[in-house]
């Protein structure tokens, strides 16, 4: 007995600096990451890129027009559709718009990689495209429960007919 309390201690000593590790990992992770998006969002000249700011509406309207849908599962799947198109698409889309980037833009923002395009093209896609599939699969919850319900409704009027 007693080498069982000495293995759940020694256990739970071991979590617990597993833990405390995980949080101030955490906690120090955190702090690059987010100077790296302050310093992307402070490169980028959002009073002369105007095209900037329509691409943000445009997601915005889309966040929108996806939340204000959320009941016609049908017009989402098209949305959903039409999302990951445009998310497969960015690669071409970063390679067009790096060869004639000085058309609409003051400065060539599409590097080879693509990151520019991957954060203000594909991550709001993305995040419309998981709205979509949570929506989604909350509305099949709630159908499934309604068959549920409708059969057992059926059953239990069957089990009544047979009384009778």
Known sequence: ME???????????????LIEKLSSELRTGFKPACDNF????????????????????LHFVLL???????????????????ALTGVYLAERLNSFLGNHWNN?????YFDPHGLFLSVLWSGPLL?????????TLFSLCQLIVKWKRAE??????LARNKED
């Open 64 to 82: 929108l027009t996806t939340i204000l849908s959320r009941r016609h599962v049908n017009f989402q799947m098209c949305l959903f559709l039409l």
């Open 104 to 108: 609409f833009a003051g400065q060539n």
């Open 127 to 135: 995040l419309v495209s998981i709205i979509i599939l949570v929506n």
């Open 38 to 57: 302050i310093g992307f969002f402070h490169a980028i000249d959002w009073k002369q890129e105007p095209w900037l700011l329509l691409l943000l509406s």
């Open 3 to 17: 080498d069982l309390k000495l293995a759940m201690d020694d256990h739970m000593q071991q979590m617990s600096d």
């Open 152 to 157: 057992l409704r059926h059953r239990a009027q």
